[in-house]
């Protein structure tokens, strides 16, 4: 059932956005943004230092589909609340790893928190406690978790000059646990007040994923949005040293890539305001099409430097609005009943592209360079556009 209007609660919303916000900073951009520190200090490889959070998110990929009917069985606000502890007993190991083993060990234990924690999780939720009337709190938690990165690149640079990236890691660790932690905690206890006040939370049937999975569009999602996680995983995990390469100082490379969150929010706003009148379907087909012209933005950039700012502003739009297609778009498609083990099913294959990002790129990055990063997202991101254009209603 759908919630009646006066169960609403405006801030229990706002502040599982909060948390999400501080969630996506902590667990998933204080890497990118502390990578230049943790390679001068350790001297280890692109690949090496990037297999740690490959590791977060394979750990993330197989956690997400135990989440997604932990929520649908009533377990999402223990799970939003339990992530921000895990979460923090991670990062802080990620500090405190002096070889290689226990850098996988701390960025496994992240994982889990990533999996439990993060849009897929706190989306699922929302959707189960408000129905179908959670589109509009979907989208209020995105455009305040845009700008995690905003504040994370360049204060991960600042800590990392200022105490080292291990401090850095343990300040991530100590914001991840007191902000985001209580910030869940209050936004969880709020929303489910609705329930003690009489309004019953949208059940779902049985066997609703198994349904899913027998139609052709559950996989074509699954392709679309891996691929399209996979380049963006790629591309902001090597952002400051991309852009680097592709002429900007340190200063400006961090400039631009702390440009990514508010274009995130810009395109959010901008697809709230008209986007919406195009349909899903062909909003997406849009949006992807436009990230491959960023993509070639970045391609031309060596001539011109100044097209990365055009880069990051079109990649984060982009992005932005992806992020709140994906929920919205897979109940569209696929149906709001199970959403929760549906959108846990969906997340693998999303969490797959992105945990595959930081060392596939490094890969290619230190074996063939800058453009042929470039040529890899570019073309991986015209597949999945050819995907969309042949994606109907099931």
Known sequence: MTLPERHKDDLAVWLLAFGQMVAYGCLFYSFPALLVSIEADTGWSKPALALGPTVALVVAALAAPVAGRLVDRGWGGELLVGSAVIGALGLAGVGLAQGQGGWLLAWAVTGIAQGAGLYDACFAFLTRRLGRDARAAIIRVTLVAGFASTLTYPGGAWLGVSIGWRGAFWVFAAIQLISGGLANVWGVVRLRRQVRAGARAYED??????????????????????????????????????????????????????????????????????????????????????????????????????????????????????????????????????????????????????????????????????????????????????????????
């Open 205 to 394: 049937p049985p066997g609703m994923l198994e349904r899913a999975m027998a139609q052709r569009q559950f996989w074509q999602l699954g392709v679309i949005f891996g691929l399209i996680y996979m380049t963006h995983g790629m591309l902001i995990t090597f952002a400051i040293p991309l852009f680097q390469e592709r002429g900007l100082a340190h200063g400006m490379a961090v400039l631009a890539a702390s440009m990514i969150g508010p274009a995130q929010v810009a395109g959010r706003v901008v697809f709230m305001t008209g986007g919406a009148r195009l349909g899903l379907i062909p909003a997406t087909r849009t949006v992807i099409i436009g990230m491959a012209f960023g993509i070639c933005l970045l391609a031309f950039a060596g001539v011109a430097p100044g097209l990365i700012f055009a880069f990051a502003l079109v990649q984060g739009a982009t992005i932005g609005v992806i992020s709140i297609l994906r929920p919205v778009l897979i109940a569209d498609v696929l149906g709001h009943e199970g959403f929760g083990a549906i959108s846990g099913a969906l997340a693998v294959a999303v969490l797959t592209g992105a945990a595959g990002a930081p060392w596939i790129g490094a890969l290619i990055f230190d074996g063939g360079g800058t453009m042929a990063l470039v040529a890899t997202v570019l073309a991986m991101t015209l597949i999945a556009s050819a995907l969309a254009m042949v994606l109907r209603r099931s």
